[in-house]
């Protein structure tokens, strides 16, 4: 059975770094033929998806203007999870953050979400 | 780039009664649409891949349609439990892309 477990804190100071992690149970983050991936979504942006892991390397979406050059995924095959890492954040950054995994075009399991306060 | 429009962007639709929700690409993207359910507090749900393949633990109610650049999600009779935001994901062609979602309401 699949599962992704969210782990990071709920609250961030303006300026400092976002820090998530999701662990993977039953799967691979290791895997080709899957992306790791990150979304987040707050009532002024809706649905936004971040970017992935895939395979070794990383995508990033340019239609996300607002976190370009701030963000970056990792996988960590020792522990079998992906981080994201959002830097010099904003009280614009405030969101549920969620992992999801991709395979065949479409993302069949998310983690349980994150919800994260940027606040001082 | 491929652009899904998805309508209307508010449904309100009586329970029992049938919901209609489209998802227009831009350009073909064959038959790799997805439809996912995201209600309030939860994480999104895939609820049709493929176009027309139910996810694993989606009751019947719900199907999808289409292929090329017109899908639909249908939800037969609708019960309280599916107010949500449905959104529509192309996965023929890169970069992939989701509408905009639409709302589905109780009336």
């Keep these: 059975q699949?599962?992704?477990?969210?782990?990071?804190?709920?609250l961030v100071k303006p300026s400092q770094t976002l820090s998530l992690t999701c662990d993977i149970s039953g799967d691979s983050v290791s895997r080709n033929d899957t992306a790791w991936n990150?979304?987040?979504q707050s009532p002024s942006r809706g649905l936004e998806w971040l970017g992935w892991t895939y395979g070794g390397w990383q995508w990033y979406n340019d239609h996300v203007v607002s976190v370009k050059g701030r963000i970056i995924i990792n996988p960590d095959t020792s522990?079998?999870?992906?981080?994201?890492?959002?830097?010099?954040?904003?009280?614009?950054?405030?969101?549920?953050?969620?992992?999801?995994?991709?395979?065949s075009g479409a993302f069949a399991y998310w983690g349980q979400g994150t919800l994260v306060t940027v606040s001082s | 780039e491929i652009v899904l429009t998805q309508s209307p962007a508010t449904l309100s639709v009586s329970p029992g009664e049938r919901a209609t929700l489209s998802c227009r690409a831009s350009q073909s993207v064959s038959k790799k649409l997805a439809w996912y359910q995201h209600k309030p507090g939860q994480a999104p749900r895939l609820v049709i891949s493929d176009a027309s393949t139910r996810a694993t633990g989606i009751p019947p109610r719900f199907s999808g349609s289409g292929s090329g650049t017109e899908f639909t999600l249908t939800i037969s009779s609708l019960q309280s439990e599916d107010l949500a935001v449905y959104y529509c994901q192309q996965s023929g062609d890169w970069p992939w892309a989701f509408g905009q979602g639409t709302k589905v309401e109780i009336k």
């Design chain 1, 79 to 103: 522990k079998n999870q992906f981080s994201l890492q959002l830097t010099s954040v904003t009280p614009e950054d405030t969101a549920i953050y969620y992992c999801a995994r991709a395979r």
């Design chain 1, 2 to 10: 699949i599962q992704l477990q969210q782990s990071g804190p709920g």
């Design chain 1, 38 to 40: 990150w979304f987040r």
